[in-house]
């Protein structure tokens, strides 16, 4: 791997993702998670499926994102491979996935934010192949940060 530019802007692109992803994960989750206990008639049925079950895809989403990375960090000029626009586009939508499954397990419904943001990187996997490696975590990165700021505009109930 070659340091340069592109190199120094691929890599404050995955580390600006992974900051999205924590705050799509950590954004009023403390809050959601006291509601639903306090209001479950089975706490150790929700907690067992939420932190349990829905973190597997998390996890996998994750090493999906880190493997993107790499690619990204590699070439990040050069336009991505199927695979490579698989691992780009295919880790952060499982991240919302696996996010929005584990709220909806805390809440009444899927949240509309990671909805939006599944559909922007299903827009994006059409015109990956005409975009480098940058722009295309460039595009992802902005995806995540809609999702931030729809999340955070939205009318919640908890």
């Known amino acids: ?15 600006l993702a992974a ?25 150790g049925k929700i907690a067992r499926a939420a932190y349990t ?19 990204l960090l590699e070439a990040p000029l050069h336009a991505p491979t199927m695979g490579q626009g698989l691992m780009l586009l295919g880790g952060p939508a499982a991240f919302l996935l696996g996010n929005g499954i584990f709220r909806r397990m805390l809440h009444p419904r899927f949240p509309p934010s990671h909805l939006y943001g599944l559909g922007g990187l299903a827009v994006l996997a059409l015109v990956s192949p005409l975009a480098p490696l940058w722009l295309l975590g460039t595009l992802v990165l902005a995806v995540l940060l809609a999702v931030i ?10």
């Open 149 to 158: 700021l729809i999340s955070n505009k939205l009318v919640r109930t908890p």
């Open 19 to 43: 900051f999205a992803l924590w705050w799509i994960y950590f954004n009023d989750a403390a809050e959601r998670t006291a509601h639903a206990f306090a209001h479950a008639q089975d706490v």
């Open 53 to 71: 079950y829905a973190h597997g895809l998390l996890v996998a989403a994750i090493i999906v994102v880190a493997a993107g990375d790499a690619f």
């Open 1 to 15: 791997m070659h340091w340069g530019a592109p190199t120094y802007l691929a890599a404050l692109l995955a580390l």
